[in-house]
């Protein structure tokens, strides 16, 4: 990921990333988009896992989006049978 950073980025927030802290200097979508340009992700798993970061930030900042327990599951369901279970 060091390797892709000032290439994925170029004017990197963080010179390389050493510990987990240092990933508190990018925004979630950035980790998501350095990983896959890194290769560590798929394009599909990318997919994925930026759907359901979309969906939660439009819930979680003041939108007046509302959540059911139906959308909840999907999401759920989703990440659970999309990353989790082929990562494992």
Known sequence: MNAQLPITYKK?????????EDFSH???DEVLTLAKS???ISV???KVLKRNLDRRNDVAHP???????ANAEDSIS???????LKLI
């Open 63 to 69: 939108s007046g989006n509302v959540v059911n327990q």
């Open 38 to 40: 890194s290769g560590i």
């Open 44 to 46: 599909s798993l990318h």
């Open 12 to 20: 990197p927030k963080i010179a390389s990333l050493a510990t987990s």
């Open 26 to 28: 990018l925004k979630e």
């Open 78 to 84: 989703d990440l659970v049978q999309n990353v989790v």
